[in-house]
């Protein structure tokens, strides 16, 4: 099983539409959680930190349940540019450090 | 630019022979990483540093790949005798290594070989 692990999509979404996907991550000892925006062929991009119960920032809401393991992205009022790729990735500590770890991706399309 | 930034951008080389990339991490991070992204798939870790010493190195990767930070600053990562499944985007971050500090990445050096 990884580590973790995303639905890799693609989420086709109405402009203008709600979309919520989950990140699921194995190893309880995972202290700090984030989402990454890719966009095709660039490097990924920091869009929210998610530290204990969640955070929001603008239209972009993002949820941890430490007892189910997994944490959420939830994108509101959906625009085109928010088609990209979204990765989780999970800040573990191990007996060398901290690490962080990157789901698949989701992959999000939003059309007109 | 203080952000993270790699050398070269795109390397195109034949197979079997050697490689090399370098990174420049955000100058106060002590924390380095490399990792290597294929079409379609999420960034995988190939190994990682804290100041100079090499913390893990992934298992995935044969003794055909090598990295180095020697004086905590910049790094390297060589590849040698290069294989057609090397080809790939390699990416680098840098953070400050604690347990909440997210991770900046440079643009990537893509590797295509031939």
């Known amino acids: 099983r990884k580590e973790v692990e995303q639905d890799p999509g693609p989420f086709n979404v109405p402009e203008g539409a709600t979309v919520a996907f989950n990140c699921t991550y194995s190893?309880?000892?995972?202290?700090?959680f984030f989402w990454y925006r890719q966009d095709c062929r660039k490097e990924p991009k920091l869009l929210m930190s998610?530290?204990?119960s969640g955070n929001e920032d603008g239209r972009f809401t993002a949820q941890l349940n430490r007892a189910s393991q997994y944490i959420s992205l939830l994108i509101r009022d959906s625009k085109l540019s928010d088609s990209a790729t979204y990765l989780c990735v999970v800040n573990t500590l191990k007996a060398a450090g901290n690490k962080l770890t990157f789901g698949g991706g989701t992959r999000v399309l939003v059309k007109p | 630019d203080t952000g993270v930034s790699q050398d070269p951008r795109h390397k195109i080389t034949k197979r079997g022979q050697n490689v090399t990339f370098r990174c420049d991490p955000i100058s106060e991070h002590n924390r380095l990483y490399w990792y290597r992204q294929t079409l379609g798939q999420g960034p995988e870790f190939l190994t990682y540093?804290?100041?100079?010493?090499?913390?893990?190195k992934s298992r995935l990767l044969s003794d055909r790949f090598s990295a180095e930070r020697p004086k905590g600053s910049f790094s390297t990562l060589e590849i040698q005798r290069t294989e057609q499944g090397d080809s790939a985007m390699y990416l680098c971050?840098?953070?400050?290594?604690?347990?909440?500090?997210?991770?900046?990445f440079g643009q990537g050096t893509r590797l295509t070989v031939v």
């Open positions: 190893n309880s000892a995972s202290q700090s």
């Open positions: 998610v530290y204990s």
């Open positions: 971050a840098s953070s400050f290594g604690q347990a909440r500090t997210e991770a900046f």
């Open positions: 540093f804290q100041n100079e010493a090499q913390l893990e």
